[in-house]
């Protein structure tokens, strides 16, 4: 079975740095993607960031970007210059690409934003 | 294009009652999935439908909780009796085809107190 781990409970940065969120994941499969959602107060679900496995380049949107290392299993998450509106829980994802599609979550990251 | 939508936004029981939520996917997705979200924890999928199809409800715990999806459009979820350890939040998500590149899609969920 497919598991994902975040093992940073809460991270806080100050307005205007650079944070980094950590994961890993275990799976035995090769065809696969990872997600980071971010989870504000009002509960829903936002994608914030997708990688596919197949693909070597690092995802990037905007300020935020992704470190994936498919041989070690990791999929970190850098938010540059943060902004107040970042403060939410941020939780990795894995889907199978295909087969069962359904999204394996880590327990999240309380991230903090201090002004 | 409207969101995914679902009510109540809270809802308040005693154990042993039960509880209905309801859910209205993105038009024209096909793929529609219900997560519980107990707190402090990342989200869990409960059961999976391909229109009105169950695909996936191996995480269901099937002596209590319930789930349908007429016409492959909107679908609820029920709980029948309700147990302090359901109190969660439940999230409905909603995919235009189920695997590939297809993203899904979170409502605002439903948080439920069970006293």
């Known amino acids: 079975a497919q598991t994902v781990t975040q093992s940073q409970p809460e991270m806080s940065v100050q307005e205007a740095e650079t944070v980094t969120l950590s994961c890993t994941y275990d799976t035995s499969e090769s065809d696969y993607y990872l997600f980071w959602y971010k989870q504000p107060p009002s509960r829903q679900m936002i994608l914030v960031i997708r990688q596919e496995a197949y693909k070597q380049q690092n995802a990037t949107e905007n300020r935020f970007s992704v470190n994936f290392q498919k041989a070690a299993k990791s999929f970190s998450l850098k938010i540059s210059d943060s902004q107040l509106g970042d403060a939410a829980m941020y939780f990795c994802a894995y889907r199978r690409r295909f087969g069962n599609e359904k999204l394996t979550f880590g327990t999240g990251t309380r991230l903090t934003i201090i002004p | 294009e409207a969101g995914v939508a679902q009510s109540p936004r809270y809802k308040i029981i005693e154990k042993r009652q039960s509880v209905a939520f309801w859910c209205n996917p993105i038009s024209g997705h096909a793929t529609l999935y219900w997560y519980q979200q107990i707190l402090g924890q990342g989200p869990k999928l409960l059961i999976q439908?391909?229109?009105?199809?169950?695909?996936?409800d191996s995480q269901l715990p099937k002596d209590r909780f319930s789930a349908e999806r007429l016409k492959g459009v909107d679908s609820t979820l029920k709980i029948q009796p309700a147990k302090l350890e359901d109190s969660a939040v439940y999230l409905c998500a909603s995919s235009l085809v189920s695997g590939g590149d297809y993203e899904q899609y979170f409502g605002p969920g439903t948080r439920l107190t069970v006293t």
């Open positions: 439908f391909q229109n009105n199809g169950v695909v996936d």
